[in-house]
């Protein structure tokens, strides 16, 4: 019998604090937001890529920070 997930036994989040939250006082979550919208303007504005847009906007923010 497979157990229901509930809001009780959902996975919680990492508490991890080497892994950055989006929701930093840094803003870090509005800077890849903004990235990942000038790559869905670059591709046109063609719908269906927002998680590939969101993934290669963080990559791109890593590399310039490092």
């Known amino acids: 019998m497979?157990?229901?997930?509930?809001?009780?036994?959902?996975?919680?989040?990492?508490p991890d604090k080497s892994q950055p939250s989006l929701?930093?006082?840094?803003?870090?979550?509005?800077?890849i937001a903004r990235k990942a919208?000038?790559?869905?303007?670059?591709?046109?504005h063609i719908?269906?890529?927002a998680l590939e847009d969101w993934l290669k906007a963080e990559v791109v923010l890593n590399e310039t920070t490092d």
């Open 37 to 44: 919208y000038e790559l869905y303007e670059q591709r046109g």
């Open 2 to 14: 497979k157990k229901r997930l509930t809001r009780t036994n959902q996975t919680k989040a990492n």
């Open 47 to 49: 719908d269906g890529h």
């Open 23 to 31: 929701n930093t006082s840094d803003g870090r979550w509005h800077l």
